[in-house]
């Protein structure tokens, strides 16, 4: 256990469809962040939210959107997606945006889009 | 852009001292190194962190050279349970004070029995 929560663990949904996944962390940290990690593929960060603020924004597609309604929970709104969304999403946070500090990262959320 | 290079995968046997290696040529002056250690279905997880010389945990070493240009993560007698992929990472410099940690492919070990 890392303390970080991710759920669902598994998601299957369709182009049409809206969903959403949840991450919650008990550190106490300030930072949280959504990569996507796809097979064959290095990490790529997503998003980032520093208390509670969105700093970062990395030339994601409009229908990947995130919310971070407090330090602990943070989530990512999924609609009209494509199959090369499918991929782990993972969920990560840190006691701050420092970049040498340590991230703490959640199991994921394995997504099939169909 | 800071970039890493590490070895795509490697094998080892139980009870092996393992050594992977990691290159990053534009490492910036301020940049730590970072080790972290990802199982199948599992999120990475942090293994260990340096800036020079060397460093030692319960889990692992990690030897930097003076030059930074390379860093060396050092597995002491691997078990079936150290299979996993180990991931080497350096911030971005031109990231500014939001510095991004670049990840690469990784290094997958397998240990054998």
């Known amino acids: 256990e890392t303390g970080v929560t991710q759920t669902p663990r598994h998601l299957v949904m369709g182009m049409t469809n809206k969903k959403s996944l949840k991450c919650e962390q008990h550190?106490?940290?300030?930072?949280m962040y959504w990569y996507k990690q796809s097979a064959k593929k290095p990490l790529e960060l997503m998003f980032v939210?520093?208390?509670?603020?969105?700093?970062e924004n990395n030339s994601v597609p409009s229908r990947f959107s995130p919310e971070c309604p407090n330090s602990s929970h943070l989530f990512l709104h999924l609609h009209t997606l494509q199959p090369e969304d499918s991929a782990l999403y993972l969920c990560?946070?840190?006691?701050?945006?420092?970049?040498?500090?340590?991230?703490?990262f959640g199991p994921g959320t394995r997504l099939l889009v169909l | 852009l800071a970039k890493t290079t590490q070895p795509i995968s490697m094998d080892s046997y139980e009870g092996q001292e393992v050594n992977i290696t990691c290159s990053h040529n534009?490492?910036?002056?301020?940049?730590?190194i970072t080790w972290y250690q990802q199982f199948p279905s599992q999120g990475p997880r942090f293994i260990i962190q340096?800036?020079?010389?060397?460093v030692t945990n319960e889990v692992a070493s990690l030897f930097i050279p003076a030059d930074r240009k390379s860093s060396t993560l050092s597995l002491p007698r691997v078990s079936l349970s150290d299979t996993a992929v180990y991931y080497c990472?350096?911030?971005?410099?031109?990231?500014?004070?939001?510095?991004?940690?670049?990840w690469g492919l990784g290094t997958s070990l397998a240990v054998n029995p």
């Open positions: 550190l106490g940290h300030n930072a």
């Open positions: 990560a946070s840190s006691k701050s945006r420092l970049g040498q500090e340590t991230q703490y």
């Open positions: 939210y520093n208390f509670k603020e969105q700093t």
């Open positions: 340096g800036y020079k010389t060397k």
């Open positions: 534009n490492i910036a002056t301020n940049d730590y």
């Open positions: 990472l350096v911030g971005d410099p031109n990231a500014g004070n939001n510095r991004k940690l670049i």
